[in-house]
C-alpha cells in the first residue's frame, strides 16, 4: 500500500491536469492558443500513475496529446501555458506549440507532431543508459494510434534484442482522431504485438491511478534491474474531442457516460475518503489551492511577452 | 589505429581517410558510438568500418537489425541523452526512410527546445551512380537535405579533405548528413598525420583559373578538375572551387570566385530541377550579376531515375567533354 503522501502526490498530479487542460480550452476558446490542442483530461492516471513510478532523471518521450506528461514528470506550468499560448518564456520560445514541449530539466524527451514519431526517441535514450551503466529507465507514451506504425514494432524489436531499460506505454483511447482503433486495427488483443518480440505484455484500467501506478513500477523494477521494455496497454479515455472544436459527433451519450462513471479523480478520492487518508474537507481545500497555482501560473503566461523577429532564426544550428 | 594506416605512407583512400577519423574521434572521445547495419563484426558492406569492432568493442559499434528509421530515431535519442551517434545508411536511397526522423525530429529539436537539447550527430552513407546497380541503389539525394534547416550536409571531394571534414562533422552540435560519393572511396591522396580538423562551411578553390568558375562537390570536383585540363588547351582557364559543406554554404568563396572570373558553370552529380545546381545558380545571379559576363549555366543529372542498363547508366553522369561543351557555349564557342 502506498504511502498517504504518496496517495496525495497522485491526486494532486491528476487535479493539477485537469485544472491544467480546463484553463488551455479557456484560451483557445478566448483565441489565445490557436492551433491544434489535444485535451489530455480523461487520461490523467496514465500520466501521473506512471510518472511518480520514476526518478527524477528518468526519461519520457510523449506525444502529441501531452501537456499532461509534461505536468506529470515535472514541468513548471507557467512555461507550459506559456508555450502553449506562443511566448517568449515557453519551453521553446513559442516557436514549438503543444504539440512540441521539450524539458531537459525534467528528462522530457518532448511532445511530438508525429504520430509514433517519439517511440525511437525514448528507445534511443534507453539504448543510452544500458550502454552507460546509469540505471536510467525510458518510458515511451504514444496513442493507440501508433499500434498500426512501423517504427513502433522497429522500436520493440530493438528494445528486447538488447534488452533495454524502456517502458511502451500505449493510451488506449479508443479513437485516432475520428475513427475507432478496433475498425482500423487487426491482431486482437493488442497486446500480442508486444508479446511477439518476447517483452512481457499487459493490458491494465487506465482510469486507475494506483493499478497504472503498480503496472508501471514493476515494468521500471524490471527495466532498471537489467530485465529488459515491457508493453503496457492502458485502457482509457479522452473527455474532450480530439483537440479542442471536435464536436464528437462519433460517440454517444451512453459511452460517454459510462466512461465519466469511471473517471479517475474521484475513484482516487473517494477511496482516499472511504479508508480515512484524508476528510472531504480537506481534499476540497486542496482542490482549491491547485486551481488557484493554475490560475496564477497561467494569468502569469498571458503576461508574457511574444517572440520576436530575432527570435525567428535562434537555434536553427547549435554552436 | 586502423591496421593500414600504420604505414608510414600516408597515401590513403578517401574510405580509409574515414576510417582513420573514425577510430582517432572514437579513441578521444567516449561519447561516440557507431550504429549501423554490418558496421560491426563484418566491418561495413564496403569495409569502411574495419577494425572499428575489435578495437572499441560491442557496446560502441553495434549492429542493427534493418531498421533504417528506428536506427536513426534511436541515435537521434541517444544524442539528446549525450552521446555523439555515427550512424550508417548503406545507401543513400535509403534515406527515404530516414526521412521523418531525420527531418521532422532530428532537424528541429533544438530549435523546438529553445537549444535546451542538441543532436550531435552523423549520419554517414554512400551516394551516386556506377556499379550498374539500378534505379533504387544510385541516387544522389543531398539537394533534399540541404533544402531543410537544421540539418549540416557534407561531401568531400578527396581523402584529405574527407578526414578533415569527417572529425569536423563528429564533433560538430547538430545533425551532420555526410555523403560521400561511392566512386571516390578509392581515391588516394597524402592524408595529414597530425590534428586534421577542416571546418564546416569552407569551400576549397581545387584549382585557380581566370576565365570561368566551375562549381561541383564529391565527385563531380573530379570532372570539374579534367574539364579544367581540356580547356586548358583551348586556352581557357578554368577555376575549380570545391564547395565541400552544401549547409552551411561558403557563400563568400563562391562569390569571390565568380566576381574574379565573370563565368560561371555549376555542376552536379544530383538531379537538375529544383537541385543544388539552381540553389548556387541563384545566389550568384543575387550576389554577383553585375561581374558577369555570361549568364550562369547548369550541368547535373538529367530528371530520370539512374537505370541499371550499363548503356544508359553513364548517360546519367555528367561528364568532363559536356562540361568543355557548356563552358564552349558560355562563350558563343571557341574555334
Ligand atoms: C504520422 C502522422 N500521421 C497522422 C497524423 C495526424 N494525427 C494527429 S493525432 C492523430 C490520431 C492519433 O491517435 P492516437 O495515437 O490514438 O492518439 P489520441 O489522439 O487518440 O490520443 C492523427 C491521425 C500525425 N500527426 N502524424
Known amino acids: 500500500m502506498l504511502t498517504k503522501d504518496k496517495l496525495l502526490e497522485l491526486y494532486r498530479g491528476m487535479v493539477t491536469i485537469r485544472a491544467f487542460e480546463e484553463e488551455v480550452r479557456k484560451m483557445h476558446n478566448a483565441g489565445l492558443a490557436p492551433g491544434l490542442v489535444h485535451l489530455y483530461s480523461g487520461q490523467e492516471a496514465v500520466a501521473v500513475g506512471t510518472c511518480t513510478a520514476l526518478n527524477s532523471d528518468d526519461y519520457i518521450a510523449s506525444h502529441h496529446r501531452g501537456h499532461g506528461h509534461c505536468i506529470a514528470k515535472g514541468s513548471e506550468l507557467d512555461r507550459l501555458f506559456a508555450e502553449i499560448i506562443g511566448r517568449r518564456s515557453g519551453y521553446g520560445m513559442g516557436r514549438g506549440g503543444s504539440m512540441h514541449i521539450y524539458d531537459p530539466a525534467t528528462f522530457n524527451l518532448g511532445t511530438n507532431g508525429i504520430v509514433g514519431g517519439s517511440v525511437p526517441l525514448a528507445t534511443g535514450a534507453a539504448l543510452l543508459a544500458k550502454l552507460r551503466g546509469t540505471g536510467q529507465v525510458a518510458v515511451s507514451f504514444f496513442g493507440d494510434g501508433v499500434l498500426n506504425q512501423g517504427i513502433l514494432f522497429e522500436s520493440l524489436n530493438m528494445a528486447a534484442l538488447w534488452s533495454l531499460p524502456v517502458v511502451f506505454i500505449c493510451e488506449n483511447n479508443g479513437y485516432g482522431e475520428f475513427t475507432e482503433i478496433d475498425d482500423v486495427t487487426a491482431g486482437r488483443p493488442y497486446a500480442k504485438r508486444g508479446e511477439a518480440f518476447d517483452i512481457p505484455s499487459e493490458k491494465t484500467d487506465g482510469m486507475d491511478v494506483l493499478a497504472v501506478h503498480e503496472t508501471v513500477s514493476k515494468a521500471v523494477t524490471r527495466a532498471r534491474n537489467g530485465d529488459g521494455p515491457s508493453f503496457l496497454i492502458f485502457d482509457t479515455y479522452r473527455y474532450s474531442g480530439h483537440h479542442v472544436g471536435d464536436k464528437q459527433e462519433y460517440k454517444d451519450d451512453e459511452e460517454r457516460e459510462l466512461w465519466l462513471s469511471r473517471d479517475p479523480i474521484p475513484k482516487l478520492s473517494e477511496m482516499l475518503v472511504a479508508e480515512k487518508k484524508i476528510k472531504q474537507a480537506a481534499l476540497d481545500e486542496l482542490d482549491a489551492e491547485i486551481k488557484a497555482t493554475v490560475i496564477v501560473a497561467a494569468n502569469q503566461a498571458k503576461k508574457m511577452p511574444e517572440p520576436d523577429a530575432d527570435d525567428l532564426t535562434r537555434h536553427i544550428y547549435a554552436a | ?335
Do not use: C
Open chain 2, 1 to 335: 589505429m586502423p591496421p593500414d594506416s600504420q604505414q608510414t605512407d600516408r597515401n590513403l583512400t578517401l574510405k580509409d581517410a574515414v576510417l582513420e577519423a573514425m577510430f582517432e574521434e572514437m579513441e578521444s572521445d567516449q561519447n561516440v558510438i557507431l550504429i549501423g547495419e554490418d558496421v560491426g563484426t563484418a566491418g561495413g558492406v564496403f569495409k569502411q568500418t574495419k577494425g572499428l569492432f575489435k578495437t572499441f568493442g560491442a557496446d560502441r559499434v553495434i549492429d542493427t537489425p534493418i531498421s533504417e528509421s528506428a536506427i536513426f530515431g534511436l541515435a537521434v535519442g541517444a544524442a539528446m541523452a549525450g552521446s555523439r551517434p555515427i550512424i550508417e545508411v548503406m545507401f543513400g536511397d535509403f534515406l527515404t526512410l530516414v526521412m521523418d526522423q531525420l527531418v521532422n525530429q532530428a532537424a528541429k529539436v533544438h530549435y523546438m527546445s529553445a537549444g535546451g537539447f542538441n543532436v550531435p550527430l552523423v549520419l554517414r552513407t554512400g551516394i551516386g551512380v556506377g556499379g550498374n546497380l539500378g534505379p533504387q541503389h544510385s541516387q544522389s539525394l543531398h539537394g533534399w537535405l540541404a533544402h531543410i534547416p537544421g540539418l549540416k550536409v557534407v561531401m568531400p571531394s578527396s581523402a584529405s579533405d574527407a578526414k578533415g571534414l569527417f572529425k569536423a562533422a563528429v564533433r560538430d552540435n547538430n545533425p551532420v548528413i555526410f555523403m560521400e560519393d561511392r566512386m571516390t572511396y578509392n581515391l588516394k591522396e597524402q592524408v595529414p598525420e597530425d590534428e586534421h580538423v577542416i571546418p564546416l562551411g569552407s569551400a576549397e578553390v581545387k584549382r585557380e583559373g581566370a576565365d570561368v568558375s566551375i562549381y561541383a562537390v564529391t565527385r563531380s570536383v573530379h570532372t570539374a578538375l579534367a574539364a579544367a585540363e581540356h580547356l586548358q588547351v583551348k586556352n581557357v582557364s578554368a577555376e575549380v572551387v570545391d564547395l565541400r559543406t552544401l549547409a552551411p554554404l561558403d557563400v563568400e568563396t563562391i562569390v569571390a570566385s565568380v566576381q574574379k572570373t565573370g563565368r560561371a558553370l555549376v555542376l552536379d552529380g544530383g538531379y537538375q530541377s529544383f537541385g543544388i545546381t539552381s540553389e548556387i545558380a541563384a545566389t550568384i545571379g543575387e550576389l554577383a550579376f553585375d561581374y558577369l559576363d555570361a549568364p550562369v549555366m547548369r550541368l547535373a543529372a538529367p530528371d530520370v531515375p539512374v537505370p541499371f542498363s550499363p548503356a544508359l547508366e553513364t548517360m546519367t553522369v555528367p561528364n568532363a567533354e559536356q562540361v568543355v561543351a557548356k563552358v564552349t557555349e558560355m562563350y558563343g564557342g571557341l574555334g
